[in-house]
């Protein structure tokens, strides 16, 4: 995969923190993806870690943002980043127990899920805090 950083300008919100944690969790997220190509499970397993607990303070910080600002879909919002912290608990353990493909295969869904999160309830969030 060998990707800098897997990033798509159609990503940006043109709200600062906001693009700047994003194009981190990202980051975290591809670097996982290369360690597990290279076969280098020490690397794999801190990254995982490291995507687990830089995305638990960064989910809190978006939702203390939804609150803040009174967002009208807060609760749904919340739940999504559930799903995604799941996600990222299952990263260490599929790798732990399964083969390099697998947890290969977890990453990029898992990417582009929160890609996808990032253009749709994010995009919302972030045009609703600048009102």
Known sequence: ???????????????????????????????????V??????LARRLAEQL???????FG??????EASGHAGREAHAAE????????????????EESGEIALAAALDLRSAIAGHIGGADRRLAAHARR
Not at 14 to 34: G, N, P, R, S, Y
């Open 1 to 35: 995969m060998q990707e800098a950083h897997a990033w798509n300008e159609a990503l940006d919100l043109d709200h600062e923190a906001m693009d700047h944690e994003h194009h981190l969790q990202i980051a975290l997220v591809t670097a996982f993806a290369d360690a």
């Open 37 to 42: 190509e290279q076969r280098r499970p020490w």
């Open 52 to 58: 687990l607990r830089y995305s638990t303070v960064h």
């Open 61 to 66: 910080s978006e939702e203390l943002l939804m």
């Open 81 to 96: 980043h559930e799903v995604f912290l799941a996600q990222m608990r299952e990263l260490s353990a599929i790798f732990d």
